[in-house]
T-cell receptor, first 118, second 112 residues
Framework: ETGVTQSPTHLIKTRGQQVTLRCSSQ?????VSWYQQALGQGPQFIFQ???????GRGNFPPRFSGLQFPNYSSELNVNALELDDSALYLC?????????????????FGPGTRLTVL | AQSVTQPDIHITVSEGASLELRCNYS??????LFWYVQSPGQGLQLLLK??????LVQGIKGFEAEFKRSQSSFNLRKPSVHWSDAAEYFC??????????FGAGTRLTVKP
C-alpha cells in the first residue's frame, strides 16, 4: 500500500509568482484535503476535494485553487504569491463513503511541501 | 466558531515520567476529536480519535485520551514517556464545512 506522497519537497519562489503543488493520495482513498502550516502554528484547512469537486473551503482567498483528477491525485495552485504564503503545505487523503462528511474520516498526511516566498 | 486551544506551547518531561498534554475545544455539537503527532520534517501521524462511545480512547504508541464534555477537554496522556516521543503534538476537532481545526501545538522535549 502506497502512502500519501507530495512533490516537490521544497520550493523557492518570489513574490508575485505562481506555484503548483502536487499530491498523490493513498491507494483506495477518494478525498484529498489541503492544509497550510505556518512556522510554529497548527495546520489550517485550505479546502477539500471529493470526486473531483471542491467540497469545503477554509478562510483562504480565491488565489488558492485546486484540482482533483480521476485517479484522485490533486494539485494546489497559488497565484500572486505573497511573503505570508511561506509555509509547509500538507496534503491528506481519506476514504469517504457516499453521504458522510469527509471531515470525520481518518486522514493520512503526506510529508508536505516546504514553500519559501522571497 | 469551532476552535481548539492547546494551553502549553512547550513541555519538558524526563524519560520514564508520565505525560499529560492539554486540549480544550469549542464546538456546538458533539465533537469529533483527534490527536496527531508530527516529528521534524515529517507529516502528521494520527495517534487516536474520538467519535462517540467510551470517553477513554486508546491510541498507538501507548497514548490514551479522555473526552470530558463538561470541561470541553480532550487531554492526551501517556504513563511513561520514551525519548522517541519527543515531537510536536496537535489536537484537532472535526468541524463543519468538511474541515478540521487544529490547535497551535505543544512541543514535547524528553530529558534523558
Amino acid at each position: 500500500e502506497t502512502g500519501v506522497t507530495q512533490s516537490p519537497t521544497h520550493l523557492i519562489k518570489t513574490r508575485g509568482q505562481q506555484v503548483t503543488l502536487r499530491c498523490s493520495s493513498q491507494s483506495g482513498h477518494n478525498t484529498v484535503s489541503w492544509y497550510q502550516q505556518a512556522l510554529g502554528q497548527g495546520p489550517q484547512f485550505i479546502f477539500q476535494y471529493y470526486r473531483e469537486e471542491e467540497n469545503g473551503r477554509g478562510n483562504f482567498p480565491p488565489r488558492f485553487s485546486g484540482l482533483q483528477f480521476p485517479n484522485y491525485s490533486s494539485e494546489l495552485n497559488v497565484n500572486a504569491l505573497e511573503l505570508d504564503d511561506s509555509a509547509l503545505y500538507l496534503c491528506a487523503s481519506s476514504y469517504r463513503r457516499s453521504g458522510t462528511s469527509g471531515s470525520y474520516n481518518e486522514q493520512f498526511f503526506g510529508p508536505g511541501t516546504r514553500l519559501t516566498v522571497l | 466558531a469551532q476552535s481548539v486551544t492547546q494551553p502549553d506551547i512547550h513541555i519538558t518531561v524526563s524519560e520514564g515520567a508520565s505525560l499529560e498534554l492539554r486540549c480544550n475545544y469549542s464546538y456546538g455539537a458533539t465533537p469529533y476529536l483527534f490527536w496527531y503527532v508530527q516529528s521534524p520534517g515529517q507529516g502528521l501521524q494520527l495517534l487516536l480519535k474520538y467519535f462517540s462511545g467510551d470517553t477513554l480512547v486508546q491510541g498507538i504508541k501507548g497514548f490514551e485520551a479522555e473526552f470530558k464534555r463538561s470541561q470541553s477537554s480532550f487531554n492526551l496522556r501517556k504513563p511513561s514517556v520514551h525519548w522517541s516521543d519527543a515531537a510536536e503534538y496537535f489536537c484537532a476537532v472535526g468541524a463543519g464545512n468538511n474541515d478540521m481545526r487544529f490547535g497551535a501545538g505543544t512541543r514535547l522535549t524528553v530529558k534523558p
